[in-house]
């Protein structure tokens, strides 16, 4: 600059007049930038730990939209909210039939009802619903700090900032140092320079983060990025779709706090996916995470023995697994127990994984009930996985591979498609293993899941249940039903390979079940036919005990009746009638483990 004015030494006051009005103009608009510049240092970080591919074949590109058309658009948001709609957790209903028909059309596009997300304030409040004893608690005066991890891809405009009002209006701020949102590679406008524009002039800059990912990474990849971004104590990873209840956080700090090993999850309440009523889980008889041998995450009630263990209804309650969406852990310790398997892709298998790592080196998980929030359970992924893949499928086979010890044979028991998959390298976390010195996958169902089913351990028999006079033959079989309802035993042909929905033991209390279901059937003694259905197991035995003879006849032995497939076609119920010489009646296990004696 300074040369370009040198040669011009005739109009030497001329120039120095202009290079002081310039001078003084770049300093002006320096100074007029400099706070919202500065907050954008602060808000946009862009991700450099992922390993990036080649180039997506889809990107993001940067709009000329300027402040003010931000501006425009956040102004027509705040005109569609209607006050008072949905506070306390209220449910809600469009009226307008146009709104209704848009509603049910975007619901199979977000895979919840959007059009009224978008009418419900992003403050709304939500039932304080904890137990009476959770308001009495104390808390120390040093807890440690938390960083709030939020992973999003496409998410509505709507649920993302409520989620980060609820975490920010219900969280003290001195505890809260930030929330880290890391956009997942999301190419919808709103979630680019309107998302950018709303966090530097609605939210506090020293508050929240925004990480965005070069390429579409997956949750799990997300995840970690959030976490190298964070700075706190302890990290907090919630869904995008989320509301807290008030004093959720002090209960998770305070326990880790006490116990920094622990990896806490909080009661995970209901919001309707389509009026987004809040519904409350009791506070006294919550659930806590189990699994499935199909790999795959479950409910299950907490134990007798745990309720007296923790001895207080709010007391920190042990849980074998998590749903993996929300959880809480201390910062240093998520790094030095293996964080997550780098290697797995997108979505599924990692809340089993860490699940199992967490517990067999050294750690525990714990449900804290005094601890709440909301999350909307989408009744289907609202976006699509790489290639087609069965990113859950594959990701947990790595798992089993390297957790499960010779239980794995339970997995591929149900999945048999996937013992010949290619599932990567899974080498550095069998090393990760070895050098932690973790326990044992029986040691793990022995000390923390005692009360899992094994179908073939401790049973008589398992596996099919075929009877031969039957053409073809025929085999109980679930007809596909969800093992969350009630349905009737029924019959389908053999499958040539132990298939899962084929799969039944008969265990040496006498019950004839699945993995959480037992063949239950009337105990009247009556020459009445009846039907056998799947109900989940009471242990007291009773109308779920059974007997199978030498014959091969499965026995009730409260009615004294016997299975019964006689003109009972494929995919047809069975029956309960009184026992005879038919060949109908006699049904032969796949494994015999203990012949029947009588």
């Known amino acids: 600059m300074f040369s370009m004015f040198g040669h011009r030494r005739r109009r030497k006051w001329a120039s120095k007049l202009l290079f002081a009005g310039l001078f003084f103009g770049i300093v002006i608009l320096w100074l007029s930038t400099r706070s919202s510049s500065s907050v954008e240092q602060k808000v946009i970080i862009r991700e450099k730990y992922v390993q990036a591919p080649p180039a997506p074949t889809q990107r993001y590109e940067q709009s000329a939209l300027t402040d003010q058309d931000y501006e425009a658009m956040i102004a027509q948001d705040e005109a569609r909210i209607i006050p008072g709609l949905g506070d306390e957790g209220a449910a809600c209903e469009l009226e307008d039939p146009e709104e209704l028909a848009l509603a049910e059309k975007l619901m199979a596009k977000e895979a919840f009802n959007i059009v009224l997300s978008n009418k419900i304030s992003l403050t709304r409040t939500v039932p304080d619903a904890r137990h009476p004893m959770c308001k009495n608690q104390r808390f120390s005066n040093n807890l440690p700090s938390a960083s709030v991890v939020?992973?999003?891809?496409?998410?509505?405009?709507?649920?993302?900032?409520?989620?980060?009002?609820?975490?920010?209006?219900?969280?003290?701020p001195h505890l809260l140092k930030e929330i880290v949102l890391v956009d997942d590679f999301s190419d919808r406008e709103e979630l680019h320079g309107k998302l950018e524009y709303y966090l530097r002039t609605r939210?506090?800059?020293?508050?929240?983060?925004?990480?965005r990912l070069p390429e579409r990474s997956g949750l799990i990849r997300a995840r970690l990025a959030g976490a190298r971004a964070a700075s706190a104590d302890v990290l907090i990873f919630l869904d995008s779709h989320c509301e807290v209840v008030v004093q959720w956080l002090e209960p998770l700090l305070q326990r880790i706090k006490e116990s920094r090993t622990s990896v806490l999850i909080p009661i995970i309440d209901v919001i309707s996916e389509k009026n987004f009523e809040y519904s409350h889980v009791h506070s006294e008889n919550f659930e806590v995470g189990g699994f499935t041998w199909s790999g795959h995450f479950t409910w299950i009630h907490v134990p007798e023995e745990e309720k007296i263990r923790r001895g207080s209804a709010i007391g920190a309650t042990r849980s074998p697994t998590m749903a993996g969406g929300l959880f809480a852990i201390d910062r240093n310790y998520f790094w030095e127990v293996g964080s997550y398997d780098e290697q797995m892709d997108v979505w599924g298998g990692e809340n089993?994984?860490?699940?199992?790592?967490?517990?067999?080196?050294g750690g525990s998980l714990e449900v804290m009930p005094c601890s709440r929030v909301g999350h909307i359970f989408r009744p289907f992924h609202p976006y699509t996985f790489p290639g087609g893949k069965d990113t859950h499928g594959i990701n947990t086979a790595r798992v089993v591979e390297v957790w499960m010890d010779d239980y794995k044979r339970l997995f591929y028991m149900h999945r048999n498609d996937l013992q010949t998959v290619d599932i990567g390298d899974i080498s550095a976390r069998r090393k990760f293993r070895e050098k932690m010195k973790c326990k044992s996958f029986k040691w793990f169902l022995d000390n923390v899941y005692p009360s899992k089913y094994i179908p073939d351990e401790d049973v008589i028999a398992y596996g099919r249940v075929r009877n031969e006079a039957s053409t073809p033959n025929f085999c109980f079989d679930n007809l596909n039903h969800d093992s969350d309802s009630n349905y009737n035993l029924g019959i389908y042909g053999c499958h040539n390979t132990l298939?899962?929905?084929?799969?039944?033991?008969?265990?040496?209390?006498?019950?004839?079940?699945?993995?959480f279901n037992c063949v239950q059937a009337p105990a009247t003694k009556s020459l009445s036919v009846e039907k056998a259905t799947l109900v989940p197991c009471h242990d007291l035995l009773g109308n779920q005990e059974w007997e199978w003879n030498k014959r091969g006849q499965l026995k009730h032995k409260a009615s004294g009746k016997c299975i019964d497939i006689e003109n009972v076609h494929s995919e047809e119920d069975v029956k309960v009638a009184p026992c005879s010489d038919s060949k109908f009646q006699i049904f032969q296990f796949e494994h015999v483990l203990i012949p029947p004696t009588s």
């Open 499 to 515: 298939e899962t929905n084929q799969l039944y033991s008969l265990s040496k209390k006498g019950e004839l079940r699945r993995e």
């Open 150 to 172: 939020i992973i999003f891809t496409n998410e509505a405009w709507s649920t993302l900032m409520r989620t980060v009002h609820s975490v920010l209006n219900h969280s003290p």
């Open 352 to 361: 089993l994984e860490m699940s199992f790592r967490v517990w067999m080196c």
């Open 203 to 211: 939210l506090p800059a020293d508050k929240v983060k925004l990480v």
